[in-house]
């Protein structure tokens, strides 16, 4: 079993940053691949950012490209989502997930989710 938490979500004007973590425990998480979903009221899930756990290879949605970097501290089982450059588009419940695939690249890869954070970027 995983457990996630994320915090860091916030209102920003567009152009501003916002730094998401999401905290994980349980068992064995570094041998989960990570990854940050969004999902805006009455739309899907769609993917954002992912991270293997074995290399630290990271993918990202055409949209996230150049402004907003994953990373993960395996040492102290924690993901981050830095975004810059945010868009009033960006606005959504984004959602911290885990799962044992190679890559979360679709919200059916993820085993684990939290519960989201909030990001209302301002226009």
């Known amino acids: 079993q995983v457990q996630l938490v994320e915090s860091g979500g916030g209102l920003v004007q567009a152009g501003g940053s916002l730094r998401l973590s999401c905290s994980a425990s349980g068992r064995t998480v570094r041998r989960y691949s990570m990854g940050w979903f969004r999902q805006d009221p009455g739309k899907e899930r769609e993917f954002v950012a992912a991270i293997s756990w074995s290399y630290g290879n990271t993918d990202y949605a055409d949209s996230a490209k150049g402004r907003f970097t994953i990373s993960r501290d395996n040492a102290n089982n924690t993901l981050h989502l830095q975004m810059n450059s945010l868009k009033p588009e960006d606005t959504a419940a984004y959602y911290c997930?885990?799962?044992?695939?190679?890559?979360?690249?679709?919200?059916?890869?993820?085993?684990?989710w939290g519960q989201g954070t909030q990001v209302t970027v301002s226009s």
């Open positions: 997930a885990a799962g044992r695939k190679p890559v979360l690249l679709t919200p059916s890869s993820a085993d684990y």
